[in-house]
């Protein structure tokens, strides 16, 4: 199957009552590792890629291992930047053949986030790509962008919709309360602001900071109209983690690709336990 954007998964799961999982790999191994575990439960499955990740590989090398993971697979598969501010970058995504981008602008004013999210979804949708843009702050760490606690703040409902009504999206990021990163705390969850924008617009929306977050407050997220959620830390661990055990429990064993297969399996655990409890199995 021929890689897709994410337009049409994330509308069903929102209609349907699950969510998407967006994971951001880290190298080849990680892609596959995401892909094969998506494939094990059928389910549709999103390939996020940082900013950084990018400028490691190159354009070139990453969108040829999907392509190349992807060429005989029967699920939904999309590869998608995730939080670029720079608009000439999201360029080289697109003339690249990524299928979908998120241009943040959550930093800038609201006029200027609004005429910079307009300005990526004029540039995508000729060539079919999907776009994912944000209102508020997240706090928190992701790849180079930091915000601290005290400069992030939530998003205005009232201007959420009225930025929705000018630039259709077809994924929305609403600051809510949750963080990048590793929870320092019992984190706040705005649910009645996110309730105010789903009820009055159908558009699906996307829960960053998913990693962490408990049970109960995944399960009202993804029923009050989040349909994607992107897990980054989870998987940052289970890479670092299981290389590390694993050369700690065969101390005398040089043999790197032991340590690359305990990863893959790792990370692969990690990916299908969070696509069972987003509902998407069986869902491709």
């Known amino acids: 199957m021929a890689l897709e954007n994410m337009s049409a998964m994330l509308q069903k799961a929102r209609k349907s009552g699950y969510a998407v999982g967006a994971f951001n790999i880290l190298d080849y191994n990680s892609m596959k590792a995401v892909i094969d575990g998506a494939i094990e439960l059928n389910s549709p499955v999103i390939i996020q890629t940082s900013v950084k990740t990018v400028k490691l590989w190159g354009f070139r090398p990453m969108i040829s291992w999907i392509r190349e993971l992807c060429a005989d697979v029967k699920i939904p598969v999309a590869i ?148 994607k959620v992107n897990i980054s830390t989870q998987l940052k661990y289970a890479f670092i983690d299981s290389f590390v055990q694993h050369h700690k429990n065969y101390p005398d064993e040089y043999n790197p690709l032991n340590e690359i297969k305990a990863q893959y399996v790792e990370v692969k655990n990690a990916v299908m336990s969070n696509i069972r409890f987003f509902g998407s199995g069986g869902k491709a």
């Open 80 to 227: 998608h930047l995730d939080h670029c501010k720079d608009v000439e970058f999201i360029q080289d995504c697109l003339d690249n053949g990524w299928t979908s981008v998120m241009i943040d602008a959550s930093s800038l004013p609201f006029d200027e986030n609004l005429a910079t999210s307009k300005r990526v979804l004029e540039m995508a949708r000729p060539l079919g790509v999907s776009v994912e843009a944000e209102l508020g702050e997240i706090g928190g760490v992701e790849d180079d962008i930091s915000v601290a606690d005290e400069d992030a703040h939530l998003v205005d409902p009232d201007k959420a919709l009225y930025f929705l009504k000018e630039v259709p999206v077809d994924c929305f990021a609403p600051a809510i309360g949750t963080a990048h990163g590793v929870y320092k705390g019992k984190p706040k969850i705005a649910f009645e602001k996110l309730e105010a924008i789903s009820k009055n617009n159908n558009v699906p929306l996307a829960l960053h900071g998913g990693t962490g977050l408990s049970e109960e407050v995944f399960k009202k997220c993804i029923q009050l109209g989040c349909a």
